[in-house]
């Protein structure tokens, strides 16, 4: 099947796929998602099956609207947050229903719900009248989609992809973890620490990037196949074929290729660029992908949160 333009007809194609227990892969404002019916565990199953992902690690569930979203428990906290930042970047951890299947969730108590930003998405899950159990659309630990294109590289012809441009955000969710009294952010993402401690005033956010309920913070991840370095002074670097993705300006010394995140300086851009770039350099047949850090501020974190788990993985 080829990428497929997200007429009304190709959304109610998908949609019925989805309610025969097949998957689909839909735009997101994040990533390219790679979606079953959240309560087929069969469904289920052929996502970790074709990403090869460790059953260990849950999935987000995506919804339309808030009565969709009854498969978790929401608190106040939760349905400010909710309020604030939904259809949005946001990804919350609430005490699970018992309809959610523990396919879904790696048998654990609570789920991950998150509203996407994005109309098709918004469309397909409402047509389909169920919620979306969906991972990013790669095979585990590789570099996430950003566009359609990406995703028929990884994958091939076998799956139905419904297109929806380039990820405006380009970084997966924030996900934020509210099951225990203080919130703990487990993933840095496309809202910003900033805003979120906007809504949640005094209340300390918390990192536990080592916290084994959270396996998409394994040390590595998120890598190309090109071995990634994050570039510092006097840094020695082996090979021939260097490849540099700058943050603002373009590097001094020479390099096979160059590409810069953001000419002004955004680090919003930035962010929507990171992915794509990845993909782009570590198409090129390099040696090395050498980074310029990004200001850790805003989506500066979520940035090098990526970066540094790219570089973990070599
Ligand atoms: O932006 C996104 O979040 C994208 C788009 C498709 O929505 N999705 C995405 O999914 O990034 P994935 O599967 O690549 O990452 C989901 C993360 C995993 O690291 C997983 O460990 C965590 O969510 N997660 C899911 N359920 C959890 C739970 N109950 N407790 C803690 N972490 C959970
Ligand atoms: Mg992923």
Partial sequence: MPILKPTLDNIKKAAELLRAGDLVVFPTETVYGLGANVFDERAVTKIFELKRRPYFDPLIVHVADIAMAEVAVFDERARALAKRFWPGPLTLILPKKPKVPDIVTSGLSSV??????????????????????????????????????????????????????????????????????????????????????????????????????????????????????????????????????????????????????TPSGDLREAAANLFKYLHELDQMGLDLILVEPVPEEGLGLAIMDRLRKAEAAF
């Fill in 112 to 261: 991950a719900i998150r509203m996407p930003a994005h109309e098709v998405a918004l469309a397909l899950i409402k047509e389909c009248g169920f919620p979306l159990a969906a991972p990013s659309a790669n095979p585990f630990g590789q570099l996430s989609p950003t566009r359609a294109e990406h995703v028929l590289s990884y994958f091939g012809e076998k799956l139905f992809i419904l297109e929806g441009g380039e990820c405006q955000v380009g970084l997966e969710s924030t996900i934020l973890d509210l099951t225990e009294k203080e919130p703990v952010l487990l993933r840095p993402g496309g809202v910003p620490m900033e805003a979120l401690k906007e809504v949640l005033g005094e209340i300390k956010i918390k990192r536990k990037p080592e916290k084994p309920k959270a396996p998409g913070q394994l040390k590595s991840h998120y890598a190309p196949r090109t071995p990634l370095k994050i570039w510092q002074k006097n840094l020695e670097i082996k090979g021939k074929k260097i490849g540099f993705l700058a943050f603002s300006k373009a590097p001094e010394g020479k390099y096979e290729a160059v590409r810069i995140l």
